[in-house]
């Protein structure tokens, strides 16, 4: 309640409330400390906190792709994850031997701060991901280049703990044969294990989810994995990272995992492990404040250089300043790894009480740093927001008409395919403006860390593949295909360039403004999320609403809302498409009209236009911008009809209303052999007539279609139309 405002993690709070439970504080009174910690209930509590630290790190292991991070890094992510390793590894090892005889005994054995050094001054990828993914940054510009300056130190940290698991052994026999023995493991799971996990995926049918035995299973084998390694000499957190790297990342096989147990490791046993740290640690263990202040010292300077050397690495590659200083916070980020590790060590006496304080309390200093100052800082959500009032808006009305008709489709599922697709043959490919359709289909980042935006592969006519799941790979194939089938047999000049992207629906928006922006859109189609809830049930169906939502407030352009009552199968031989549009005044109503006239052009397709004109009874009369509104309403509205005079495929109809009701019965004056209903979402006239309450929808609070769109899904009010489009 007090930290979380604060823009600090939950790992922190965690931390610090063991801490304040423990010795240090509250702990200190016996009988606090046996009510809250008895002695014969510790047992249960250490399982409990040693198998979420266990679990943590399978989950983590299994989202983690590196061959994608390897592929995707480029010659500055290298640079820079190099530069953020080696600047702190060589100041940390030169202070240690530097001031040795100042520093804790444990760190005066002298290999002991070689390996202090070289943990220090690594970069975990997890614990970046999962920091950004805390701050809602893991898709922005700055979110993808620290996720990819993390892969120097993450392609390391791997080697040092198996490295620190030899070194531990009595003799060398025992280093040989721990070394041995996690290689033998190693190449089993690799070898005999992933290939049983791909045959599961390949089993399961198209369309279903994996067995809950097999990840019962899967689970109950991280625990196993974790006994084998411990028995052969190694850590028992080795065996869960082990299986977790070869399990499949992402759907279906990823995604069920994280999703069936990360919740409750992340929510109820990580944190029991987080607060054990914090009970075991003890303030007064510190002892001589010159021993412990010097390692301090010593730390926050590997910290430093850490950010000089991504600091200078950024600058040169022409980074600006703000976004190398921001990369170099969030490249000192300390998570569970961190702890996990120290933990580690201070239980096998690696390192005594009081350099595993320093190391805990350094280490949550500098997430208590990083993590607010990232926060406040960078703020993607703000600049998109800004470069609303700063940067003139693409939108239908100021796209000529003798130029590229560029539109973003967002799809989530298979479901809306051909709805997008009528859609787009209505919108009038020709010669002179050809229709380029970016069709991106939406995939929650699930069972994975890193988000991915993949393109198709015209070249080799291939897509990526999600996974190695026969469904998922042919609902994606499905879906790309009809585009590109749609593309050849079009009536006109239709581009269409597919992309998946997987993303967290919380910051799945900033990319899709990114592309907008990007391209020069005018329009972004998304479904209407109560379309979805039928497919992905009522917890993905929230979030594809708030994304919805952040991509009308954020957007560069024009966002339409496709709410699908059907599908209607389209033939382009024999195209013919009914379109109603209700034009009562506003900025959208605009919209929907200018993209009326640019459907007007097409042979095969009807329109039916309802001029609505409000007459408001207000006292003092409008002011001076509803004025102006007015006058582009209706400047837009004849243009359009001097336009499209002699078509005969347009009919105009006119009526006059004074209340919310007579607005209503003109609507339901409509015929109902509509495919496609067009209206505006916001009307500030509409809101001067407030007789009565328009009809609503099932929805309530539902403001991604306005007071005309939410009136027109509902139950009581619904034509029969095939479609609704809300701009």
């Known amino acids: 309640m007090i930290l979380r405002p604060m823009r600090q993690s939950k790992f922190l709070c965690s931390v610090l409330g063991g801490i304040l439970l423990g010795p240090s504080f509250f702990g200190e009174n016996m009988k606090f400390r046996e009510k809250m910690f008895p002695p014969t209930e510790m047992g249960v509590f250490n399982s409990f906190s040693t198998l979420g630290a266990m679990f943590a790190l399978f989950f983590i292991a299994v989202k983690v792709d590196y061959k994608s991070m390897i592929t995707r890094a480029g010659r500055n992510s290298w640079v820079i994850g190099f530069s953020g390793t080696i600047f702190p590894w060589i100041t940390l090892l030169s202070l240690f031997y530097l001031y040795i005889d100042y520093l804790p005994p ?16 690594l970069t975990f990828f997890p614990v970046v991901a999962y920091s950004l993914d805390e701050l809602n940054i893991l898709t922005s510009e700055l979110g993808q280049l620290s996720l990819s300056a993390t892969i120097v130190s993450d392609l390391m940290q791997w080697f040092f703990v198996l490295l620190i698991a030899i070194f531990k052994q009595a003799n060398l026999e025992q280093a040989i044969e721990a070394f041995v023995s996690s290689f033998i493991l190693v190449l089993i799971s690799i070898y005999g294990i992933r290939p049983a996990l791909v045959s599961i995926i390949k089993k399961t049918p198209e369309g279903k989810l994996i067995d809950e035995t097999y990840v019962v299973l899967i689970l109950l084998g991280a625990l196993f994995m974790g006994f084998t390694t411990d028995f052969f000499g190694s850590s028992i957190l080795y065996g869960p990272i082990i299986l977790g790297f070869i399990v499949p990342d992402g759907p279906p096989l990823g995604s069920i995992l994280v999703e069936k147990g990360e919740c409750f490791v992340s929510e109820f046993l990580l944190p029991l492990f987080f607060v054990r740290v914090g009970y075991e640690l003890d303030v007064r263990a510190m002892g001589d404040l010159r021993t412990a202040f010097t390692f301090m010292a010593i730390l926050f300077a590997g910290y430093f250089a850490k950010f000089l050397g991504v600091f200078l690495a950024s600058l040169s590659f022409k980074l600006r300043p703000r976004t190398a200083f921001l990369l170099g916070l969030i490249m000192n980020n300390k998570g569970i790894i961190e702890i996990v590790i120290y933990f580690r060590w201070k239980r096998i006496k690696y390192i005594d009480e009081q350099t595993f304080a320093v190391l805990i309390f350094s280490s949550l200093a500098m997430t208590a740093i990083t ?35 560029r539109v973003i489709t967002c799809l989530h599922n298979e479901e809306n395919v051909q709805s997008i697709i009528s859609l787009l043959e209505a919108s ?8 380029c359709a970016y069709v991106i289909h939406l995939v929650d980042l699930k069972g ?16 990526f593949k999600l996974s190695n799941s026969p469904s998922s790979n042919y609902i994606l194939h499905h879906i790309f295909t009809a585009f590109e089938n749609y593309s050849g047999n079009s009536t006109g000049p ?15 928006h900033e990319n899709i403004c990114k592309i907008a922006q990007e391209k020069l859109a005018p329009l972004i189609i998304v479904p209407y999320h109560e379309n979805q809830r039928h497919v992905h049930g009522n917890r993905v169906t929230s979030l ?23 599908t209607r199968q389209m033939n382009t031989s024999s195209f013919s498409y009914n379109v109603a549009v209700i034009f009562i005044g506003g900025e959208d109503d605009r919209e929907a009209l200018a ?18 004109s409000l007459r408001i009874k207000k006292q003092g009369g409008l002011d001076h911008r509803k004025k102006v509104e007015m006058l582009m309403d209706d400047a837009l509205y004849d243009e359009f009809k001097v336009k499209n005079i002699s078509n005969a495929c347009v009919v105009c109809r006119e009526v006059v209303a ?23 979402r916001s009307r500030y006239q509409v809101m001067e007539l407030n007789d009565i309450e328009m009809p609503s929808s099932r929805s309530k609070n539902n403001e991604s279609l306005g007071l005309i769109g939410d009136a027109l899904v509902s139950s009581e009010f619904y034509q029969g139309w095939l479609s609704l489009l809300v701009l």
């Open 428 to 435: 009038n490919p020709t010669e002179i403006s050809p229709i």
């Open 595 to 612: 993209y009326a006239e640019r459907m007007s052009g097409h042979v095969d397709v009807s329109l039916t236009i309802l001029r609505v």
């Open 371 to 405: 993590a607010p100052f990232t926060g406040m800082l960078y703020k993607p959500r703000v600049r998109l927001a800004s470069s609303h009032k700063q940067i003139r808006l693409k939108t239908i009305q100021t796209t000529p008409r003798a130029s590229e008709f």
């Open 106 to 121: 444990a760190l005066q054995i002298k290999i002991v701060p070689f390996f202090v050094a070289s943990f220090v001054s």
């Open 494 to 508: 239709v581009i269409v360039r597919p992309f998946t992207m997987i993303a967290p629906y919380k910051s799945m």
């Open 448 to 463: 994975s860390s890193a988000p991915l935006l993949i393109p198709f592969n015209a070249k080799q006519k291939r897509i």
């Open 658 to 680: 004074e209340s919310n009701a007579q607005v209503m019965d003109a609507i339901q004056s409509l015929e109902a052999n509509y495919d496609l209903v067009m209206v505006g």
């Open 544 to 566: 594809i609403r708030a994304f919805n939502t952040n991509l009308q407030t954020y957007a560069p352009c024009t966002v339409g809302i496709l709410v699908d009552g059907g």
